[in-house]
Each structure stands twice: as structure tokens, then as C-alpha cells.
């Protein structure tokens, strides 16, 4: 079984290698076909634009039979992501098809971004505070997602700041 998942693995990173969606990237980890990390960026003309957002994917030796496990590693406030991460989309659990492939599944988790599964009441979400000011007040909640944009980006600057300085002292 793991020798087909190698191969389906192998064959989806190849698509996205090819001809990856605009706004998604993902490839394996150096060492372990079964565990890749992926990029979504936030969708235009949604408080998300901007950001870029890690996952961590991991895929059991029986997909695509099996839907990977998915988990973003960036903070996120968002109705269907807990804040540790999981994910509540419904082709990461009782409408996985064996059809699907990495670059489908990312683009529906991109899109859940800009649209979120709406619930009967808040306290179903993964995150029943997002969904609430999602629901209630949708101008904090926009707020609140471009906070996170804005640490996100500040970081970024930050991190390459700090790696110019090290290549600095690396010269001299």
C-alpha cells in the first residue's frame, strides 16, 4: 500500500511542480515523501490578501484512500480553524474522495479563507469566537484577520532584516 501512496505522492508533487494553482505551493520534506509543508496565500479582496499561511501535511501510508492530516502552523483566527491549527473542512473528513489530490485540497482550504462553513450556532465552529464576530460583527473580525496579516508581514520583515545582518557579518 505505501509503495501506491509513493507514487501518488510523487505524481501530485510533479502537478504542483508543473502547473501549481496561483496562490498555493507545497512539497515534501527533504527526507519524508509522507510529510510536506505547504503555503496558501490569502485570497485577493478579502482581509486575508496578503498573508502567506503554513501547513503541515501529513499523508498515511494508505492515500489517497485516506485524507491527510492537515494543521496550519501560522496563528490564524478563522471559524473553521481551531487555534491549534486543525482543520474542520469536510473533504478532510466525511467527503474525502480518492480523486483529490494535494493541490485541490489546498485550494479548498484557501477557499474556506475567504468563505467560511458557517454553523448552526457559533459554539459548533472550531473557533466559536471567530465564527461569533465573523457572524455578528464582521467589521472586527476583518479587523481582527488584518492584525494578523500585519504581524505576520512584520515578521517577515524582521526575519529578513536579520538575515541581511548575518550575511553582513559573514563578509566581513
Same mark, same amino acid.
Given at each position: 500500500m505505501a509503495g501506491m501512496a509513493?507514487?501518488?505522492?510523487?505524481?501530485d508533487f510533479h502537478?504542483?511542480?508543473?502547473?501549481?494553482?496561483?496562490?498555493?505551493?507545497?512539497s515534501p520534506q527533504e527526507d519524508d515523501i509522507f510529510r510536506w509543508t505547504a503555503v496558501v496565500f490569502g485570497p485577493e479582496d =478579502?482581509?486575508?490578501?496578503?498573508?502567506? &499561511?503554513?501547513?503541515?501535511?501529513?499523508?498515511?501510508?494508505? &492515500?489517497?484512500? =485516506?485524507?491527510?492530516?492537515? =494543521?496550519? =502552523?501560522?496563528?490564524?483566527?478563522?471559524p473553521n480553524i481551531s487555534q491549534d491549527g486543525q482543520i474542520c473542512l469536510d473533504i478532510l473528513r466525511n467527503k474525502w474522495s480518492s480523486s483529490f489530490d494535494v493541490s485541490g485540497l489546498l485550494l479548498?482550504? $484557501?477557499?474556506i479563507l475567504a468563505d467560511p462553513g458557517i454553523h448552526k450556532t457559533p459554539e459548533g465552529a472550531m473557533n466559536p469566537d471567530a465564527e461569533r464576530l465573523y457572524l455578528q460583527d464582521r467589521r472586527e473580525y476583518d479587523r481582527r484577520v488584518s492584525q494578523l496579516v500585519e504581524k505576520q508581514l512584520e515578521? #517577515?520583515?524582521? #526575519?529578513?532584516? $536579520?538575515?541581511e545582518d548575518e550575511s553582513v557579518d559573514t563578509i566581513e
Open positions: 509513493n507514487r501518488r505522492l510523487l505524481r502537478k504542483l511542480c508543473k502547473d501549481a494553482p496561483e496562490g498555493i505551493s507545497a =478579502t482581509p486575508w490578501e496578503g498573508g502567506a &499561511y503554513e501547513l503541515d501535511l501529513r499523508f498515511k501510508p494508505d &492515500y489517497p484512500a =485516506t485524507p491527510p492530516s492537515v =494543521t496550519f =502552523t501560522s496563528e490564524m483566527f478563522h479548498s482550504i $484557501q477557499s515578521l #517577515a520583515e524582521l #526575519a529578513e532584516s $536579520q538575515s
